[in-house]
């Protein structure tokens, strides 16, 4: 199943995509589902990202080829870090690229978790039981701040550097899924979910060992090696097998 957020003339709302058109369900995606009786094609909405979260907790170094392009090891446990809600965008909408602030902007095509209910200290074994599914995501990077500070708040937390979309794939098994970002037509990672370091179960088990993931949290699971700049006007697409394509194009910042 296809969960995505919505807007039409009437508002936004949740739904389910079939085929080319959504139907619209009533509150949010968690749990048992209602649906309103109304379905619009899909050319007559505007996907949003498909979850705004309260949180959203991203995982570093967790392809072995991205950990030495970057210049180090494989590390043996898994390196987080944060994004702020304020991050997220949908597909179609910009990423604003902050000229007066860094030199290189970067793309990283990731695989993301989507959490479907509140939960703290889950098992591996588990980790299942508390997603509601997979989107596709970029970590977008000043990569130039994230090497002067050291750590990487600034760099990964700029308005719009959290691209979500397009929907939530409910059904999908997470664990050898192609994943590909291309710029402007041309291919610049090309990798499988398959080879993470740290498993999808491994980071849920991990992450919630240190915090409580509330419905709707995201867990962006690490990019390939790849990674690389963007300039204004190009436009990214992340491509996750079973999911679908994410697209923005990159403007200047006011």
Known sequence: MRIARFST????????????????VAAHPFGDLTFTGHRYP??????????LPSKIIAIG???????REMGGEPPAEPVMFGKPSTAVIGPGEAVAYPEKLSERVDFEGELAVVIGRMCREVPASRAAD????????????ARDLQK?????????????????????????????????TTVNGETRQD?????????????VAYVSQV?????????????????????????????????GGLTNRVVARD
């Open 148 to 180: 002067r500070d050291g750590q990487w708040t600034r760099a990964k937390g700029f308005d719009t550097f959290c691209p979500l979309g397009p929907w939530i794939e409910t059904e999908v098994d997470p664990s050898d899924l192609a994943i590909t």
């Open 130 to 141: 508390v997603i509601l599914g997979y989107t596709c995501a970029n970590d977008v990077t």
């Open 9 to 24: 003339d009437e508002g936004m709302s949740f739904g389910v995509v079939e085929e080319n058109t959504v139907a619209a």
């Open 42 to 51: 899909l050319t007559d909405v505007r996907l949003l990202a498909p979850i």
């Open 211 to 243: 915090m409580t993931l509330l419905p709707g949290d995201v867990i962006l699971t690490g990019t390939p090696a790849g990674v690389g700049p963007l300039e204004i006007g190009d436009e990214v697409t992340v491509t996750v097998e079973g999911i």
């Open 191 to 203: 990798s499988r979910t398959s080879l993470l370091l740290h498993d999808i179960p491994t980071l």
């Open 61 to 67: 170094k967790n392809y072995a080829d991205h950990a």
